[in-house]
């Protein structure tokens, strides 16, 4: 079959071109290849207009003000005579020969010094045997100096079995025996190491690092850890931590005022459908301390649950319905600056929308006067109005 023929260009239109086309192919009786031609052209230009409007649209959205350096320096500047130090301009060298210009193009200070806590290895680089001999006289050349070089290196992780022997006494007058009690341990009689378990703790939840990669690492050093033994003593580990954790969330609860957001998670359990449930995760600070909480349900529930008794809080947070029962109580939700900030362009489309609103509810009132019908409209009609 033919190749369809070209009408004109999608991007640029030419209209005489257009109309002389469209005659050519009446005169000739062409029909179908004129209307297949014609709608061809038309959902080629409607794809390219969808595809420049939705570039439009992400050019005139509402972007945040940029957060650079530059305007928050300007910001630190506090018109107040005595705390703002005007620094003098340097004056311009016009005197700068271009001898000058050239030496410092291209200068490089150095790199910089090792840290100094760092314990130094001497690592000694021989002179080869065939070289320590004098070409001239043949004699054996003595060192004169070393050249020093600063490199910064690591020494793998080494794996190591630990055995631990438990010591056994007896009185040699009597039967009398006394065996040395095993050391606490996070797992007791478990196969791994306190500091190989606090290990895999910090790498989790520092490193982010999961339990699976770490035991294919271990794998890759000739050692088979399984990920269920891994993964329980983390769990241990953590369990061991729970006290530590309820102390900061009473010192982040205590008086003053308080910030938090949650968000959602997905969550493995095998009850649910599909094997997966949406947990919340909540965060709440005082600016000081951080404490983070899991709850199967994002309610208001789970949030008296961590307040406790006294509700009568200051809390910071988004528009949430969660926590109206803060101000029913006597408490205070002071509104998020992001939320505000985003929601501040809108305030002039709400305003003019209402004017809208109001103006067709006065046209309705009136047109129904006129009629001679009630002057109160029906709630049908006030909500699709609203």
């Known amino acids: ?33 004129m209307v297949t031609a014609v709608i061809a052209l038309i959902v080629r230009m409607r794809d390219i207009n969808s595809e420049l409007v939705a570039q439009l649209a992400h050019l005139r959205r509402r972007h945040p003000r940029s957060e650079t350096l530059d305007r ?52 000694f680089d021989r002179v080869p045997p065939e070289l320590r001999v004098c070409p001239q006289c043949g004699t054996t050349m003595t060192t004169v100096s070393h050249s020093s070089c600063l490199v910064l290196n690591v020494i793998p992780a080494r794996v190591f079995v630990e055995e631990r022997l438990d010591e056994t006494v007896a009185c040699p007058n009597d039967d009398t025996i006394v065996s040395a ?16 378990i606090v290990e895999a703790v910090c790498d989790k939840y520092i490193e982010h690092l999961p339990v699976e990669r770490q035991c294919a690492r271990f794998t890759r050093a000739g050692v088979d850890v399984a990920p269920q033994t891994l993964g329980r003593s983390v ?14 969330a009473e010192q982040t609860r205590g008086p003053g005022l308080l910030g938090t957001d949650a968000t959602g998670i997905p969550v493995l359990d095998p009850g649910a459908l599909e094997g997966i449930r949406n947990g919340t995760m909540w965060a709440w600070t005082n ?22 008794p006294d509700l009568a809080r200051t809390v910071q947070c988004d528009g949430t319905s969660i926590t109206t029962f803060l101000e029913r109580t006597g408490g205070k939700r002071p ?29 309705s009132r009136s047109r129904e006067s006129r009629h001679g019908q009630a002057t109160t409209p029906s ?7 609203d």
């Not at 404490?291 to 349900?297: D, L, Q, W």
């Open 1 to 33: 079959m033919a190749s369809r023929e070209k009408v004109t260009s999608a991007f640029a239109p030419d209209l005489d071109e257009v109309r002389a086309w469209l005659q050519r192919m009446i005169a000739a009786l062409r029909f179908v290849e």
């Open 72 to 123: 928050l320096e300007r910001q630190l500047v506090l018109p107040i005579d005595g705390l703002t130090v005007t620094s003098a301009a340097k004056p311009k060298d016009d005197t700068t020969s271009e001898d000058d210009k050239k030496k410092r193009r291209g200068h490089h200070p150095g790199r910089g010094a090792p840290p100094a806590h760092l314990p130094r290895v001497p690592v």
């Open 181 to 196: 009690s095993p050391p606490p341990q996070i797992v007791e009689r478990g196969k791994l190491a306190d500091t190989l």
């Open 235 to 248: 769990s241990a580990a953590l369990d061991l931590l729970a006290p530590v954790a309820r102390l900061i």
């Open 287 to 308: 600016a000081r301390w951080v404490t983070f909480f899991y709850s199967p349900v994002g309610d208001a529930e789970s949030v008296k649950r961590f307040l406790g």
């Open 335 to 363: 509104g998020c600056w992001a939320h505000a900030v985003w929601s501040k362009p809108r305030a002039p489309e709400t305003a003019l929308r209402s004017r809208v609103c109001a103006s067709s509810r006065d046209c």
């Open 379 to 385: 709630s049908g009609a006030s909500d699709a109005l």
